[in-house]
Protein backbone atom coordinates (compact mmCIF):
# COMPACT_ATOMS: atom_id res chain seq x y z
CA UNK A 1 0.00 0.00 0.00
CA UNK A 2 1.27 3.29 -0.85
CA UNK A 3 0.13 5.54 2.25
CA UNK A 4 -0.46 9.30 1.55
CA UNK A 5 2.12 9.60 4.65
CA UNK A 6 4.18 7.77 6.79
CA UNK A 7 5.08 9.06 10.49
CA UNK A 8 7.92 7.88 11.99
CA UNK A 9 7.62 8.09 15.62
CA UNK A 10 4.46 7.91 17.83
CA UNK A 11 4.69 10.49 20.40
CA UNK A 12 2.87 13.20 21.01
CA UNK A 13 4.16 15.24 18.21
CA UNK A 14 3.34 11.70 15.30
CA UNK A 15 0.72 11.30 16.89
CA UNK A 16 -0.94 15.01 16.63
CA UNK A 17 0.58 15.00 12.81
CA UNK A 18 -1.84 11.67 12.33
CA UNK A 19 -5.03 13.41 13.69
CA UNK A 20 -4.44 16.42 11.62
CA UNK A 21 -3.34 14.78 8.19
CA UNK A 22 -6.37 12.05 8.69
CA UNK A 23 -9.35 14.49 9.91
CA UNK A 24 -8.08 15.97 6.65
CA UNK A 25 -8.81 12.46 5.07
CA UNK A 26 -5.20 11.26 4.43
CA UNK A 27 -4.11 8.14 4.90
CA UNK A 28 -1.68 7.40 7.51
CA UNK A 29 0.49 4.93 9.18
CA UNK A 30 2.32 5.38 12.48
CA UNK A 31 5.60 3.71 12.95
CA UNK A 32 6.46 3.37 16.44
CA UNK A 33 9.70 1.36 18.37
CA UNK A 34 8.92 1.35 21.43
CA UNK A 35 5.31 2.31 23.00
CA UNK A 36 2.39 4.49 21.59
CA UNK A 37 2.85 8.03 23.54
CA UNK A 38 6.26 9.05 23.36
CA UNK A 39 8.50 10.30 26.46
CA UNK A 40 5.33 11.70 28.09
CA UNK A 41 3.90 8.48 29.14
CA UNK A 42 6.98 8.48 31.29
CA UNK A 43 5.73 11.62 33.77
CA UNK A 44 3.45 10.84 36.82
CA UNK A 45 2.02 14.08 36.50
CA UNK A 46 1.53 16.79 33.60
CA UNK A 47 -0.12 20.12 34.74
CA UNK A 48 0.52 21.82 31.74
CA UNK A 49 -1.55 20.88 28.97
CA UNK A 50 -4.38 23.36 28.20
CA UNK A 51 -7.99 22.66 29.46
CA UNK A 52 -6.56 20.14 31.50
CA UNK A 53 -5.55 20.90 35.71
CA UNK A 54 -3.61 17.51 35.98
CA UNK A 55 -3.29 14.10 34.11
CA UNK A 56 -0.81 11.40 33.74
CA UNK A 57 1.60 11.21 31.26
CA UNK A 58 0.60 7.05 30.28
CA UNK A 59 -3.32 8.44 30.67
CA UNK A 60 -2.72 11.26 28.32
CA UNK A 61 -0.82 8.94 25.59
CA UNK A 62 -3.67 6.86 26.02
CA UNK A 63 -5.45 9.40 25.15
CA UNK A 64 -4.03 10.72 21.65
CA UNK A 65 -3.45 7.11 20.70
CA UNK A 66 -6.97 6.46 20.94
CA UNK A 67 -8.07 9.16 19.16
CA UNK A 68 -5.74 8.70 16.63
CA UNK A 69 -7.02 5.49 16.25
CA UNK A 70 -10.68 6.48 15.97
CA UNK A 71 -9.74 8.19 12.99
CA UNK A 72 -8.67 5.16 11.02
CA UNK A 73 -4.87 5.38 12.04
CA UNK A 74 -2.93 2.57 11.15
CA UNK A 75 -0.17 1.47 13.43
CA UNK A 76 2.71 -0.38 13.73
CA UNK A 77 5.55 -1.70 16.26
CA UNK A 78 8.31 -1.53 14.62
CA UNK A 79 12.06 0.24 14.66
CA UNK A 80 12.64 2.15 11.45
CA UNK A 81 16.36 2.15 10.65
CA UNK A 82 16.24 4.25 7.49
CA UNK A 83 14.25 5.61 4.17
CA UNK A 84 15.21 6.00 0.97
CA UNK A 85 13.18 8.22 -2.14
CA UNK A 86 11.78 6.22 -4.52
CA UNK A 87 9.82 7.93 -7.44
CA UNK A 88 6.39 7.67 -5.88
CA UNK A 89 8.06 9.55 -2.65
CA UNK A 90 9.64 7.54 -0.08
CA UNK A 91 10.30 3.87 1.43
CA UNK A 92 10.65 3.60 5.22
CA UNK A 93 12.46 0.53 6.56
CA UNK A 94 12.54 -1.28 9.60
CA UNK A 95 14.26 -3.46 11.62
CA UNK A 96 11.79 -6.31 11.69
CA UNK A 97 12.18 -6.28 7.57
CA UNK A 98 8.70 -4.31 7.00
CA UNK A 99 8.85 -1.33 4.12
CA UNK A 100 6.64 0.96 4.51
CA UNK A 101 6.07 2.85 1.35
CA UNK A 102 4.56 6.72 1.70
CA UNK A 103 4.09 10.04 -0.64
CA UNK A 104 5.54 12.33 2.28
CA UNK A 105 6.93 11.12 5.43
CA UNK A 106 6.84 12.95 9.25
CA UNK A 107 9.75 12.16 11.13
CA UNK A 108 8.89 12.59 14.43
CA UNK A 109 11.83 10.71 16.09
CA UNK A 110 11.73 12.22 19.89
CA UNK A 111 15.12 12.08 21.59
CA UNK A 112 16.48 9.69 23.90
CA UNK A 113 17.63 9.17 27.29
CA UNK A 114 21.50 10.66 28.08
CA UNK A 115 23.64 8.51 29.84
CA UNK A 116 26.68 9.00 31.82
CA UNK A 117 29.39 7.40 29.70
CA UNK A 118 30.41 5.28 32.84
CA UNK A 119 32.18 1.41 32.16
CA UNK A 120 29.83 -1.15 32.02
CA UNK A 121 26.59 1.53 32.08
CA UNK A 122 24.30 -0.26 29.44
CA UNK A 123 24.83 -3.97 30.74
CA UNK A 124 23.28 -2.14 34.23
CA UNK A 125 20.20 -1.09 32.38
CA UNK A 126 17.47 -2.93 34.00
CA UNK A 127 19.59 -4.44 36.46
CA UNK A 128 19.48 -1.14 38.88
CA UNK A 129 20.10 1.44 36.20
CA UNK A 130 16.69 2.73 35.19
CA UNK A 131 15.42 6.06 34.00
CA UNK A 132 11.64 5.82 34.67
CA UNK A 133 10.47 6.25 38.07
CA UNK A 134 6.93 5.71 37.31
CA UNK A 135 7.68 2.66 35.51
CA UNK A 136 10.62 1.40 38.28
CA UNK A 137 9.81 2.92 40.85
CA UNK A 138 7.87 -0.03 42.73
CA UNK A 139 10.85 -2.26 42.44
CA UNK A 140 12.85 -0.32 44.49
CA UNK A 141 10.38 -0.08 47.77
CA UNK A 142 11.48 0.21 50.88
CA UNK A 143 15.73 0.22 49.44
CA UNK A 144 18.03 2.88 48.78
CA UNK A 145 18.48 4.44 45.70
CA UNK A 146 20.18 7.71 44.07
CA UNK A 147 18.92 10.12 41.37
CA UNK A 148 21.56 11.28 38.91
CA UNK A 149 20.30 14.80 37.91
CA UNK A 150 19.29 17.83 38.68
CA UNK A 151 16.77 19.48 36.49
CA UNK A 152 12.68 19.20 36.47
CA UNK A 153 12.33 15.61 35.45
CA UNK A 154 14.98 14.75 37.82
CA UNK A 155 13.55 16.58 41.12
CA UNK A 156 9.75 15.22 39.53
CA UNK A 157 11.05 11.83 40.10
CA UNK A 158 13.06 12.16 43.15
CA UNK A 159 9.98 13.60 44.82
CA UNK A 160 7.98 10.31 43.32
CA UNK A 161 10.74 8.08 44.31
CA UNK A 162 10.53 9.59 47.77
CA UNK A 163 7.17 7.98 48.57
CA UNK A 164 8.39 4.36 47.93
CA UNK A 165 11.76 4.11 49.00
CA UNK A 166 13.09 4.20 51.87
CA UNK A 167 16.04 7.32 50.59
CA UNK A 168 17.13 8.77 47.68
CA UNK A 169 20.07 10.34 47.35
CA UNK A 170 20.19 13.35 44.69
CA UNK A 171 23.60 13.93 42.82
CA UNK A 172 24.24 16.76 41.19
CA UNK A 173 27.18 18.28 39.67
CA UNK A 174 26.49 21.64 39.91
CA UNK A 175 26.21 23.86 42.74
CA UNK A 176 22.25 24.29 42.97
CA UNK A 177 19.92 22.70 40.79
CA UNK A 178 18.75 23.60 37.61
CA UNK A 179 14.49 22.80 37.95
CA UNK A 180 11.65 24.29 38.80
CA UNK A 181 12.04 26.30 42.34
CA UNK A 182 8.47 24.74 43.38
CA UNK A 183 9.92 21.56 43.24
CA UNK A 184 13.40 22.04 44.64
CA UNK A 185 11.30 23.61 48.10
CA UNK A 186 9.33 19.96 47.91
CA UNK A 187 12.62 18.06 47.98
CA UNK A 188 13.78 20.31 50.83
CA UNK A 189 10.66 18.92 52.87
CA UNK A 190 11.51 15.83 52.26
CA UNK A 191 12.89 13.71 55.52
CA UNK A 192 14.31 10.97 53.03
CA UNK A 193 16.19 12.71 50.58
CA UNK A 194 19.53 13.89 50.79
CA UNK A 195 21.18 16.24 48.13
CA UNK A 196 24.93 16.12 46.93
CA UNK A 197 25.81 18.83 45.10
CA UNK A 198 28.93 19.65 42.91
CA UNK A 199 29.49 15.84 42.27
CA UNK A 200 29.44 13.81 40.06
CA UNK A 201 29.13 9.59 39.27
CA UNK A 202 32.60 8.28 38.73
CA UNK A 203 32.04 4.74 38.47
CA UNK A 204 29.21 2.35 39.21
CA UNK A 205 29.89 -0.65 41.83
CA UNK A 206 28.17 -4.48 40.86
CA UNK A 207 28.15 -7.15 42.24
CA UNK A 208 26.57 -10.78 40.11
CA UNK A 209 26.03 -7.89 36.97
CA UNK A 210 23.83 -5.40 39.35
CA UNK A 211 24.23 -2.54 40.52
CA UNK A 212 25.59 -2.10 44.30
CA UNK A 213 26.87 1.13 44.81
CA UNK A 214 28.34 4.38 42.94
CA UNK A 215 31.67 5.98 43.03
CA UNK A 216 31.19 10.09 43.63
CA UNK A 217 33.10 12.72 43.29
CA UNK A 218 33.36 16.15 44.98
CA UNK A 219 34.33 18.23 42.49
CA UNK A 220 35.09 21.50 44.88
CA UNK A 221 37.15 19.31 47.66
CA UNK A 222 38.45 16.58 45.37
CA UNK A 223 36.98 13.83 47.68
CA UNK A 224 35.82 10.65 46.81
CA UNK A 225 32.90 8.56 48.24
CA UNK A 226 31.10 5.77 48.29
CA UNK A 227 27.45 5.75 48.04
CA UNK A 228 25.52 2.23 48.72
CA UNK A 229 22.53 1.78 46.71
CA UNK A 230 19.71 -0.42 45.25
CA UNK A 231 19.22 1.00 42.10
CA UNK A 232 19.91 4.57 40.35
CA UNK A 233 17.65 6.44 38.19
CA UNK A 234 19.38 9.04 35.65
CA UNK A 235 18.15 12.15 34.76
CA UNK A 236 20.77 14.04 32.92
CA UNK A 237 19.60 15.19 29.74
CA UNK A 238 18.24 14.15 26.38
CA UNK A 239 19.56 13.51 22.96
CA UNK A 240 18.31 12.92 19.51
CA UNK A 241 18.30 9.98 16.79
CA UNK A 242 18.93 11.52 14.37
CA UNK A 243 21.60 10.33 12.54
CA UNK A 244 20.37 7.96 10.26
CA UNK A 245 18.44 10.63 8.63
CA UNK A 246 21.40 13.39 7.95
CA UNK A 247 20.94 12.84 4.37
CA UNK A 248 17.81 13.97 3.89
CA UNK A 249 17.73 16.39 6.64
CA UNK A 250 20.72 18.50 7.70
CA UNK A 251 21.46 18.19 11.89
CA UNK A 252 23.08 20.94 14.01
CA UNK A 253 26.19 20.18 16.34
CA UNK A 254 24.08 18.82 18.72
CA UNK A 255 22.92 16.26 16.46
CA UNK A 256 19.30 17.99 16.30
CA UNK A 257 16.89 18.28 12.74
CA UNK A 258 17.95 21.87 11.67
CA UNK A 259 14.75 23.29 10.78
CA UNK A 260 12.59 25.65 11.88
CA UNK A 261 8.98 26.45 13.14
CA UNK A 262 7.69 25.28 9.64
CA UNK A 263 9.05 21.71 10.32
CA UNK A 264 9.97 21.58 6.14
CA UNK A 265 13.35 20.07 5.37
CA UNK A 266 15.47 19.87 1.95
CA UNK A 267 14.29 17.39 0.87
CA UNK A 268 10.50 17.61 -0.83
CA UNK A 269 7.87 16.05 0.69
CA UNK A 270 9.97 14.61 3.86
CA UNK A 271 8.83 17.23 7.53
CA UNK A 272 10.53 17.12 10.92
CA UNK A 273 8.02 17.34 13.83
CA UNK A 274 8.83 17.80 17.82
CA UNK A 275 11.71 17.33 19.82
CA UNK A 276 14.14 15.85 17.39
CA UNK A 277 14.01 19.84 15.81
CA UNK A 278 16.14 21.97 16.92
CA UNK A 279 14.15 24.76 18.81
CA UNK A 280 14.02 26.11 22.46
CA UNK A 281 11.08 24.45 24.22
CA UNK A 282 10.73 20.60 24.04
CA UNK A 283 6.99 20.17 25.83
CA UNK A 284 3.96 18.09 24.57
CA UNK A 285 2.22 21.52 23.32
CA UNK A 286 5.55 22.32 21.23
CA UNK A 287 5.76 18.86 19.62
CA UNK A 288 1.71 18.49 19.23
CA UNK A 289 2.13 22.26 17.33
CA UNK A 290 4.85 20.93 15.12
CA UNK A 291 2.86 17.80 14.13
CA UNK A 292 0.03 20.03 13.16
CA UNK A 293 1.99 22.18 11.33
CA UNK A 294 3.93 19.29 9.76
CA UNK A 295 1.02 17.32 8.87
CA UNK A 296 -0.65 20.85 7.40
CA UNK A 297 2.40 21.03 5.21
CA UNK A 298 2.33 17.16 4.10
CA UNK A 299 -1.19 17.81 2.91
CA UNK A 300 -0.41 20.65 0.78
CA UNK A 301 2.68 18.95 -0.91
CA UNK A 302 0.23 16.02 -1.32
CA UNK A 303 -2.32 18.86 -2.96
CA UNK A 304 0.19 20.23 -5.05
CA UNK A 305 2.11 16.74 -6.14
CA UNK A 306 -0.94 15.22 -7.19
C1 LIG B 1 9.95 12.21 32.69
C2 LIG B 1 9.42 13.26 31.72
C3 LIG B 1 8.48 14.19 32.15
C4 LIG B 1 7.97 15.14 31.26
N1 LIG B 1 7.03 16.02 31.73
C5 LIG B 1 6.47 16.90 30.86
C6 LIG B 1 5.41 17.75 31.29
O1 LIG B 1 5.00 17.73 32.46
N2 LIG B 1 4.85 18.59 30.36
C7 LIG B 1 5.28 18.65 29.06
O2 LIG B 1 4.73 19.42 28.28
N3 LIG B 1 6.31 17.87 28.64
C8 LIG B 1 6.89 17.00 29.50
N4 LIG B 1 7.92 16.19 29.08
C9 LIG B 1 8.45 16.39 27.71
C10 LIG B 1 7.53 15.75 26.68
O3 LIG B 1 7.29 14.40 27.05
C11 LIG B 1 8.18 15.82 25.30
O4 LIG B 1 8.47 17.15 24.99
C12 LIG B 1 7.26 15.24 24.22
O5 LIG B 1 6.95 13.90 24.52
C13 LIG B 1 7.94 15.30 22.86
O6 LIG B 1 7.11 14.65 21.93
P1 LIG B 1 7.72 14.05 20.58
O7 LIG B 1 6.61 13.35 19.93
O8 LIG B 1 8.46 15.09 19.87
O9 LIG B 1 8.84 13.02 21.06
P2 LIG B 1 8.74 11.70 21.95
O10 LIG B 1 7.72 11.83 22.99
O11 LIG B 1 10.15 11.42 22.34
O12 LIG B 1 8.24 10.60 20.91
C14 LIG B 1 9.06 10.17 19.85
C15 LIG B 1 8.77 8.73 19.59
O13 LIG B 1 9.48 8.32 18.43
C16 LIG B 1 9.92 6.99 18.61
N5 LIG B 1 11.04 6.73 17.71
C17 LIG B 1 12.28 7.30 17.73
N6 LIG B 1 13.05 6.80 16.77
C18 LIG B 1 12.29 5.88 16.12
C19 LIG B 1 12.55 5.00 15.04
N7 LIG B 1 13.74 4.95 14.42
N8 LIG B 1 11.55 4.17 14.62
C20 LIG B 1 10.33 4.20 15.23
N9 LIG B 1 10.05 5.02 16.28
C21 LIG B 1 11.01 5.84 16.71
C22 LIG B 1 10.30 6.93 20.09
O14 LIG B 1 10.27 5.60 20.56
C23 LIG B 1 9.22 7.80 20.71
O15 LIG B 1 8.12 7.05 21.18
C24 LIG B 1 8.43 15.21 29.93
C25 LIG B 1 9.39 14.28 29.50
C26 LIG B 1 9.89 13.31 30.37
C27 LIG B 1 10.91 12.31 29.89
Redo the contacts with the bound molecule.
Keep these: MLYDIVI?????????AAVYALRAGRSVVV???????????????????PGTIQIS?AEFADKLVEQAMNLGADMEL????HIEKTESGFTVF??EGSEFCGKTVIL??????RMLGLEGEYELIGNGIS????CDGAFYTDQEVAMVGGG??AL??ALLLSEVCSKVTIVQNLADFTGEKKLAEAIAEKDNVEVFFNTVVTSYQTADGALTGLTLKNEQTGEISELKVDGAFL?VG?MP?ND?FAQFVPLNNWGYFDCGEDCLTPTPGLFV?????SKRI???????A??AVAATAACMYLDQNK
Design positions: VGGGPAGLTVEKNGFGGQIAFSPKVENIGEAVTTEALGVKHFCAVNSQEALEAAGDCRRQVVTASDG
